[in-house]
């Protein structure tokens, strides 16, 4: 069958070319977006006397029946079809005839596509909003749960100081929560209606863009037709937002494996999201994280492969851009699996308090809270630096940790150290005593998730 476009060209075309050619493989998951576009085309086209009331009734009952035959299963997709656009006007002629024929009078597909991608994604962003914020309320009751629960903060994964779980828990929060606010606002941008820009020029037809822009909830239209049909910045935005949200995902999926570890055992995952071995039965592999980790490797992908895709292409449409949905589709179905996973994952887990704390009292993460207690007593830091660094240097020498070093070796060192010390070192007190705003203070870690279940209430 000639193609839709046969007009110079007889419009038949090898079937491997065509193949090759063809977008509805991965396009019609657009359908639904592509119909509503129409339907509001059609409206357009009417409240502007190009086509007929009854017309726009007869082409908005056409494309009403194919959604429905869409959304029920009865009418499949024919993959004969170029894509997506093409698909829906040919069904709608074959139902209602050469009113059908209509439909596509000051529009190109051109246009309706940056339409249907801007729809498609920006209803992902809602989507993948809330699963964030699902995986940001778990991570804040956890937090809540343990927020006095010691364990050893780290730097260059080496034991450093002393912080709370749920202070380390709320890190993960505050990186999530930009994310929300980075995928709001590209969804700002992204909210701009590209239809009635046409092919590239714009169009010789009376239209009225608001209106169409106004029924598919636009805030605004594309100021200039050829920047409307032709920027995908919208679709890198949003896989840069991605990028940016599963390189959190792997940090904190990354930790799980770590801290689910024999080496650590500070937590332990829920059988429902670990995976045994096929050999080694008493294997508990951490897969779910794993895989969120490793599936970040292949958003980046996405991202890269638009963004190396538009670099050079000259304005304005290029059929090199068909390619942007693939990557993009894939990254929001990645993204979308792995917060399904992880908020589960993070509510199921049992955190071992108890191994936590053991870890907290070796290392000597107790040696800043040292050093201040000496700066307390009126020695400038980097004296009291050097004295403490003496004193751990001793213990290590002993087989001793600062808690159990008896006063009269203290004095040795310094005759400002007096029985109190005991307690300023006491791994509780330097928790304790990081009152500072962001500290790792139980005050501060319960202001941070009061904080954050407010902007979740508001959002
Ligand atoms: N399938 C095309 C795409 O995904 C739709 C636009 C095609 N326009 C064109 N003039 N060939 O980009």
Redesign the pocket.
Known sequence: MPKLWAGVTAGITDPVADDFNS?IRF?RRMYRQDIRGSMAHAAMLAARGIISEAERDCLTDGLAGILEDLDSGALAFDLQC??I?MFVEQELTRRIGDTGKKLHTAR???D??ALDLRMYLREEITEIGGLTEALIAALSDAAEAHKASIMPGYTHLQRAQPVSFGHYLMAYAMMLLRDLDRLADCKKRMNVSPIGCC?LAGTTYDTDRQMEAELLGFDSIALNSMDGVSDRDFAVELLSALSIEMMHLSRLAEELILWASWEFKFIELSDAYTTGSSIMPQKRNADMAELVRGKTGRVYGDLIGLLTTLKGLPLA?N?D??E??EGVFDACDTVKMCLRVFAPMIATMQVRTDNMLRAAQTGFINATDLADYLVRKGLPFRSAYKISGQIVARCMAEGQVLETLPLAAYREFSPLFEEDLYREIDLKTCVEKRISEGGTSEASVEKQIAYVRTVLEHD
């Open positions: 977008s396009d170029e894509d656009h190109s597909r051109n309706q596509v092919a449409y059929k851009m068909q942007d949905k």
